[in-house]
């Protein structure tokens, strides 16, 4: 006769099951289990049940604590923005993080902001609640150079482009902005000194101005599209940066800014070359005409990126514009060239009040990247690009507990992206209807 096996077995089986190397069964009833959903793993969606205890995901107990069901939901760690212009003070903190939520951009990298209007918010620039950022502080440009122009209007409350024309002459007077929003520099004195002053307030990253630095020596662009920094000071920049143990950002405009960067070797370029369309506006100060030889990345020059592993930034908020067919073609095979080399490529907007998902949605629908690909960049590679140490951009054991999910597979309709129906940061559920919409 078949015995059925006792309760006292069945019981020391159940207890042996249900302990999970590194927990206790006290932590074993703290532990939320998500169940029900598939979860990407950088190519896919698999069905799995995520377990989390405090912050972080664990292995899964037998019997967790609590468990939320999110069947027919497909989850992806949330979304990074590794160029952007927000956070910059407490007056606007509110509107940037509850657009950061509801977007479900948690990691967000500030590409220069107000040195003082940071410091006085830094304490809420992580956590639970909040968009975990990076930040430059103020960038480093040359004289009569962006983002001066920008900056020194604020300062001035011009705010209106017509306005800023109008105007202009008192805006590149000014420098109340200096030393605070960018930092300008003419010499290696002029460099020394700044960086000491930059660093003393911590930034996490140094952000630099090239701006088609091959013009440099003939005034190309000043208050317009060239200027930026003297290109011969760029390796004691980078030297210094190394020095402080903090990485090297910097703002390319063509291919001969590209060149200057990797022969430094940056960490980051926050735009490819020729990204932006300086033709539409003749009128405008930024009014440029660029050309094939200054716009191509070499196969050559995206191995030596893929080698040092300089990051590359798409600016996704400009895929959602009608521009120059040529400039498209361009940055199209800059895309496929950095790819193929196996280079780094992370998201951004560099848009003042602007959120990834409409740029991500026009990439994948004119054929700058796939959807897997749009997934992988935006919660993957660029949320671990902006925080290097930390265990983000994934879903597995020992990975910090935030996600977000969608109710449609995002790879079969990547509209979705824009529709997300739940969200968890620091392991604690995120309620979107709480968050206000300040501007």
């Known amino acids: 006769m078949t015995r059925s096996v006792s309760t006292l077995t069945l019981a020391f089986l159940l207890s042996a099951c249900q302990s999970v190397p590194g927990l206790t069964d006290a932590e074993a009833q703290q532990v939320t289990a998500y169940t029900g959903a598939k979860i990407f793993d950088g190519e896919e969606f ?11 995901i664990v292995r899964c107990p037998v019997n967790p604590g609590q468990s939320v069901d999110l069947s027919g939901q497909f989850l992806t760690p949330p979304f990074g923005d590794a160029h952007t212009h927000h ?7 509110d509107w940037h993080r509850s657009m950061g939520l509801k977007s479900g951009a948690f990691y967000a990298m500030t590409m220069t902001a107000p040195t003082q209007g940071v410091i006085e918010i830094r304490d809420r620039l992580s956590g639970p609640g909040n968009i975990d950022v990076a930040t430059s502080l103020g960038g480093i440009t040359g004289p009569e150079s962006h983002p001066a122009e920008i900056y020194e209007a604020l300062a001035l409350n011009i705010r209106s482009y017509e306005d800023q024309v109008a105007r202009s002459d008192e805006i590149h007077a000014g420098s109340r902005a200096a030393d605070n929003a960018y930092y300008v520099v003419e010499t290696e004195a002029d460099v020394r000194a700044k960086m000491d ?29 060239g200027g930026g920094i003297d290109p011969t000071l ?10 402080a143990g903090v990485r090297l950002a910097v703002a390319n405009s063509n291919i001969h800014d590209f060149r200057a960067s990797l022969n430094v070797g940056a960490d980051i370029i926050t735009h490819l070359p020729c990204y932006q369309d300086s033709e539409a506006d003749p009128d405008s100060i930024y009014y440029d005409v660029d050309v094939v030889d200054d716009c191509l990345i070499s196969d050559t020059e995206a191995l030596a990126a893929a080698e040092l592993g300089m990051v590359s930034t798409l600016i996704v908020t400009e895929w959602v514009k009608d521009r120059p067919a040529d400039l498209v073609a361009w940055e199209q095979q800059n895309i496929a060239a950095l790819k193929a080399a196996g280079a780094p490529l992370v998201v951004a907007t560099n848009a003042y009040g602007s959120t990834l998902t409409p740029g991500l949605i026009a990439g994948v629908d ?3 990247v796939t959807p897997a690909e749009m997934l992988r960049m935006a919660t993957m590679t660029t949320p671990k690009t902006i ?3 930390r265990n983000i951009g994934c879903l597995d054991v020992g990975c910090e507990a935030s996600f977000i999910s969608f109710p449609v597979n995002p790879i079969e309709d990547a509209a ?20 206000g919409d300040e501007g």
């Open 87 to 93: 956070f910059d003070g407490r007056y606007t903190l």
């Open 416 to 435: 979705i992206i824009g529709e997300i129906s739940y969200r968890v940061k620091d392991g604690q559920f995120v309620d979107v209807a709480a968050e």
């Open 366 to 368: 004119k054929g700058f």
């Open 387 to 389: 925080f290097p140490d």
């Open 46 to 56: 698999q069905a799995k049940t995520l377990c989390v205890l405090g912050q972080v």
């Open 197 to 225: 002053l930059l660093l003393g307030d911590r930034p996490d990253h140094i952000k630099v101005f090239l701006r088609k630095s091959n013009r440099y020596a003939e005034g190309f662009g000043k208050w317009g599209p």
């Open 234 to 243: 760029l390796p004691l920049i980078a030297e210094l940066t190394d020095q």
